[in-house]
């Protein structure tokens, strides 16, 4: 079992639709959740970051962590034909050495159509 | 603000050639990384760097080799090239190894054939 888990997709949404993504992780040690977007042919971006459990809010755009079940997810409102990329969770162990890397899901693809 | 800078952006090596691929950062950021990005795999790291003179490896090292003589640079060297190492190479760098935010630079596609 890959240490995260994200179903690749391709999600196909309108535009308006509130979007859900999600990630499940076996590494109880995790303590930093990020999500990334990445437009085609581009580096990835940091979207959202959150540490520990709990939400965050900016903009359209929700993050959440469930610690307890080993859950994140990520959710647009208002979804736009701009936010048709592929995105990325990644996480992280507090520490040092190897286990302090961001390890990544495999990415969904979005795409929202006008 | 150039943040992140990889070059080349594309590449066509035939199988058993080698070559370098550079990465260079200005934010003066200690920690650095290299990941490879194939379809359906997601991004799986190399290589890793934590500062100047200290590497170490990651999930898929093999074939590939790196070195960090300077803070700014951190080029990932192929060895002996072969078409299991067609891929889309990203370096990124931050601040703090796995806490902040990392940035990526805009990718070199390789093709070996």
């Known amino acids: 079992q890959k240490e995260v888990e994200q179903d690749p997709g391709p999600l196909s949404v309108p535009e308006g639709a509130i979007v859900s993504l999600n990630c499940t992780y076996s590494?109880?040690?995790?303590?930093?959740f990020m999500w990334y977007r990445q437009y085609s042919r581009k580096g990835p971006e940091l979207l959202m970051y959150?540490?520990?459990?709990g939400n965050k809010e900016d903009g359209r755009f929700t993050a959440q962590v469930d610690k307890s079940s080993k859950y994140i997810s990520l959710f647009i409102r208002d979804s736009q034909p701009s936010d048709s990329a592929t995105y990325l969770c990644?996480?992280?162990?507090?520490?040092?050495?190897?286990?302090?890397?961001?390890?990544f899901g495999k990415g969904t693809k979005l795409s929202v159509k006008p | 603000n150039a943040g992140v800078t990889q070059t080349p952006k594309f590449q066509v090596l035939k199988t058993g050639q080698s070559m370098t691929l550079q990465c260079a950062q200005d934010?003066?950021?200690?920690?650095m990384s290299w990941y490879r990005q194939d379809p359906g795999m997601g991004l799986r790291l190399i290589h890793y760097?934590?500062?100047?003179?200290?590497?170490d490896q990651g999930e898929v090292p093999n074939g590939y080799n790196v070195s960090r003589s300077t803070t700014e640079d951190f080029p990932l060297r192929l060895l002996s090239a072969a078409p299991s190492q067609t891929s889309v190479y990203f370096c990124?760098?931050?601040?703090?190894?796995?806490?902040?935010?990392?940035?990526f630079g805009q990718g070199t596609r390789l093709t070996v054939v």
């Open positions: 959150t540490y520990s459990s």
């Open positions: 760097s934590v500062g100047a003179g200290i590497t």
């Open positions: 990644a996480m992280s162990a507090l520490g040092g050495g190897s286990q302090g890397n961001l390890i």
């Open positions: 590494n109880s040690a995790f303590q930093y």
């Open positions: 990124a760098s931050s601040y703090m190894l796995g806490r902040t935010e990392a940035f």
């Open positions: 934010m003066n950021h200690e920690y």
